[in-house]
């Protein structure tokens, strides 16, 4: 399989995100589902991601930013992430907002363009057959869970062909060496503290 330069899987990943949203949009529209006035964040939803091509076109945002506005993002992510050693040493899941967010009450994202697809999935039903043929589900956010009380059968992204798209695009962008590096499973504060991805 031919290797993709940077650039060409960055453009790719912007496509496949798109399609994301144009999904996600059409479910959030159907079930009339908003984020204003939200109660609750998304943003503090602990989480991890994996995928190199993700991580590095995160990176490739970061990058795009003033020096003082990254070293700030550094910062709040190290932070994160030893709260987060901590939490979880105690045997509970963290609730620590993300480095990222730049208006903690209204939830904006400081990297909006480079949000990963698990920011871009997280508030509508998915659902996702893995390789192995495991089906998983996820019933989208509180508020979506409360609009969807009671129908038969609410509407659901099916993320499989994204996925699908997701995986193929990894192996170009990465290659070879896909299968000899550690298995990308991080949350978005330790992308940040570990830097862009190391591809050999
Ligand atoms: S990357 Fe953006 S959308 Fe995703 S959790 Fe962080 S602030 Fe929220
Ligand atoms: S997706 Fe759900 S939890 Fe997240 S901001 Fe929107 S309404 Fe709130």
Request: hydrophobic share 45%; charged share 30%.
């Given at each position: 399989m031919k290797k993709l330069t940077p650039k060409a899987a960055f453009r790719k990943l912007a496509a496949i995100y798109d399609k994301m949203v144009d999904r996600y949009n059409d479910v959030a529209e159907t079930i009339d589902m908003k984020c204003d006035g939200c109660t609750d964040n998304c943003c503090l939803s602990f989480f991890q991601h994996h995928t190199y091509v993700e991580w590095a076109y995160m990176w490739e945002g970061l990058n795009q930013l003033p020096a003082d506005r990254l070293e700030a993002i550094k910062a709040k992510a190290q932070e994160y992430v030893e709260q987060g050693q901590m939490t979880l040493a105690r045997g509970q899941r963290p609730h620590i907002m993300c480095p990222l967010n730049i208006d903690e009450n209204q939830g904006i994202c400081g990297l909006y363009k480079h949000r990963l697809m698990i920011c871009r999935m997280h508030g509508v039903p998915n659902m996702l057959v893995k390789p192995t043929g495991q089906e998983i589900r996820f019933p989208g956010c509180y508020r979506c869970q409360e609009l969807t009380e009671g129908m038969d059968t609410p509407p659901v992204v099916d993320r499989t062909p994204?996925?699908?798209?997701?995986?193929?695009?990894?192996?170009?962008?990465?290659?070879?060496?896909?299968?000899?590096?550690?298995?990308?499973?991080?949350?978005?504060?330790?992308m940040i503290v570990l830097g862009p991805p190391k591809l050999r």
């Open positions: 994204l996925y699908k798209d997701l995986v193929m695009l990894e192996m170009q962008f990465v290659g070879k060496n896909l299968r000899q590096l550690p298995k990308v499973d991080h949350t978005i504060a330790e």
